[in-house]
T-cell receptor
Framework: NAGVTQTPKFRVLKTGQSMTLLCAQDMNHEYMYWYRQDPGMGLRLIHYSVGEGTTAKGEVPDGYNVSRLKKQNFLLGLESAAPSQTSVYFC???????????????FGDGTRLSIL | GESVGLHLPTLSVQEGDNSIINCAYSNSASDYFIWYKQESGKGPQFIIDIRSNMDKRQGQRVTVLLNKTVKHLSLQIAATQPGDSAVYFCAENAGYSTLTFGKGTMLLVSP
């Protein structure tokens, strides 16, 4: 049982390049999330998904797109990377709504992304 | 917007002491709160949570206290160990099982 797995762990991009970060969870969780973490800023929600085929914007969605084609995977895309997107990106998942509402989010170990 | 904040950015304690990390929240409608521990180079790790119908919850060496009157949350760690050194985040629910995180407190434990 791996929990939440993020790939890649590190990446360096040039401004204007595109890339996709992959998040996979094996806990059959309904909800998935993407955050970015910057020094002194804590964790900020980029996008999230409340189920397969659904996505929603978080606090800082600009410059990012997401897709949830399969329940276990949540992809974060950067179409045209900018230096301001240099950050550590964390994916998380949680059980979901109904009797499972307000459940802890479980995090991966992050992707460290540098945009030059 | 409303946010979760912390009183102390860094807390230094001696091994064996009890540690208390504080958090103020501003959304009186929040009904779920979590504490996370983050070690260097790793993702946040769930420690303990509490719902608003409770004012105290205990885990292994940790206790979370919730004071809804003054909108204050605290994490108490008993007999702090060097392995407890990390950044601790509080978070409150913000709808649709989303969370708003505080900026974190670094706990430094010296032997």
């Amino acid at each position: 049982n791996a929990g939440v797995t993020q790939t890649p762990k590190f990446r360096v991009l040039k401004t204007g390049q595109s890339m996709t970060l992959l998040c996979a969870q094996d806990m059959n969780h309904e909800y998935m999330y993407w955050y970015r973490q910057d020094p002194g800023m804590g964790l900020r929600l980029i996008h999230y998904s409340v189920g397969e085929g659904t996505t929603a914007k978080g606090e800082v969605p600009d410059g990012y797109n997401v897709s949830r084609l399969k329940k276990q995977n949540f992809l974060l895309g950067l179409e045209s990377a900018a230096p301001s997107q240099t950050s550590v990106y964390f994916c998380a998942s949680s059980l979901g709504t109904g009797v499972y509402s307000n459940q802890p989010q479980h995090f991966g170990d992050g992707t460290r992304l540098s945009i030059l | 917007g409303e946010s979760v904040g912390l009183h102390l950015p860094t807390l230094s304690v001696q091994e064996g002491d009890n540690s208390i990390i504080n958090c103020a929240y501003s959304n009186s409608a929040s009904d779920y709160f979590i504490w996370y521990k983050q070690e260097s180079g790793k993702g946040p790790q769930f420690i303990i949570d509490i719902r608003s119908n409770m004012d105290k919850r205990q885990g292994q060496r940790v206790t979370v206290l919730l004071n809804k009157t003054v909108k204050h949350l605290s994490l108490q760690i008993a007999a702090t160990q060097p392995g407890d050194s990390a950044v601790y985040f509080c978070a409150e629910n913000a709808g649709y099982s989303t969370l708003t995180f505080g900026k974190g407190t670094m706990l430094l434990v010296s032997p």
